[in-house]
């Protein structure tokens, strides 16, 4: 009945553990989710207010434009020369999203074809992976190794894929690994680009959600990426607001022309009074942002120390609200996070579910009170592992 790419997909890892979650609280147990990277904090009161005016307003119940509303794209553009000195021009270097995974699932249709290559990384996000495959075309695994600092080995892909891939994806500050990159790794993604012929779309949703004094590069800042690539991100985490849906493309304007002509077939754009709030978002004053980060560097504090304390080796890592911690020995990744939620109630990612070479990692996010993660690893730390 279903169509070929969906019938070669696992299930979406994030609905499966969901699943997982609410069988456990069916049977009483009390649940301390550490699963998903989805702020708890609540999105900014003038941004919500923003929003509340904007969808009052009957000229925003109207379709909006496909690219987005040009101010929000300015807003953007502005945003980026701010934030990561880069220089966008709004009207054809900017493309609004309903949230950066849309973007990046739909890219896929702009310029693979059946059989043709994406480099993705493993362990990763799994949208690269699944819509490369949702598109009837081939991911090749490029390994994130803890030798090699999570990072991709570019010189060690096979020379005949790199030089057949059409795209690569990447993401840094990365997701599942919380690894960070200078800008220098960008300038030898932009070689290996030139080289190969390969467009890069780099995710950069965490750009922001660094702690230590870590500024987080846009791959855009680097010479020559504007050639080769273009960047996403999204107000999701930055704003706290997943739920709202609103993200964006920036960089090469060719490349953002075949995702705006696939996107102009499947969707009617993004609500304009959430772009609205997205413009306040993006030009108010950027203190929630700081005080969020208070908030995060502090429980990942907790929370490596707790893991800690209960055996668990982990690093702390300088941006995102993940951490990326080694799986006890005698345990796979899975039966990792199944012992976990039984014996404890907490709910963490096996590395698994990121590629096979996230076996041997688990992965938890910081998207809860300090408090619940206190309890969390205490729990962790009474099964004496
Ligand atoms: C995650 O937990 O990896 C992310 O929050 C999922 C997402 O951004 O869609």
Request: hydrophobic share 40%; glycine share 8%; aromatic share 10%.
């Amino acid at each position: 009945m279903y169509a070929k790419g969906i019938s070669s997909l696992p299930p979406y890892l994030f609905a499966g553990i969901d699943k997982r979650k609410e069988e456990a609280r069916k049977k009483g147990v009390d649940v301390i989710d550490l699963g998903i990277g989805d702020p708890d904090l609540p999105t900014p009161p003038h941004i919500v207010e923003a929003l509340c005016h904007a969808a009052k307003d009957p000229s925003n119940h109207r379709y909006p434009s496909y690219e987005g509303l040009l101010s929000f794209r300015e807003a953007v553009a502005t945003w980026y020369k701010q934030r990561k000195h880069v220089n966008l021009d709004a009207d054809d270097e900017v493309l609004t999203l309903i949230g950066s995974k849309e973007g990046l699932a739909h890219s896929v249709f702009a310029f693979l074809n059946p059989g043709d290559i994406a480099l993705v990384p493993d362990p990763a996000y799994p949208v690269y992976n699944n819509a490369t495959v949702l598109a009837g075309s081939t991911p090749y695994s490029v390994p994130l190794t803890e030798e090699h600092d999570f990072k991709p080995d570019l010189e060690s892909i096979d020379k005949e894929i790199a030089r057949k891939a059409k795209i690569m994806f990447l993401n840094y500050p990365n997701n599942p690994t919380a690894a960070t990159v200078e800008k220098n790794f960008f300038k030898e993604v932009v070689d290996f680009a030139h080289e190969n012929d390969i467009i890069i779309l780099h995710d950069n949703p965490y750009s922001e959600l660094t702690f230590d004094g870590y500024e987080a590069p846009s791959f855009l800042a680097v010479k020559g990426a504007k050639e080769v690539g273009i960047e996403f991100n999204s107000l999701s985490k930055t704003y706290n607001m997943t739920g709202w849906r609103i993200g964006y493309a920036v960089g090469n304007s060719e490349i953002l022309e075949g995702l705006r002509i696939v996107k102009t077939n499947i969707d009617s754009g993004a609500f304009q009074a959430v772009q609205i709030a997205g413009i306040v978002a993006l030009t108010d004053s950027q203190d929630s942002v700081k005080r969020n980060m208070e908030i995060y560097r502090e429980r990942r504090d907790i929370a490596v120390t707790g893991l800690r304390a209960a055996g668990v080796e982990v690093k702390t890592p300088k941006a995102t609200f993940y951490l990326w911690a080694k799986v006890p020995s005698g345990f796979s990744s899975i039966q990792f996070s199944m012992f976990l939620l039984e014996r404890t109630g907490v709910v963490v990612t096996p590395g698994l579910g990121f590629g096979k070479h996230g076996e041997g990692f688990f992965r938890l996010a910081f998207c809860i009170s300090g408090e619940r993660l206190k309890e969390a690893c205490e729990r962790i730390k009474r099964l004496n592992l």
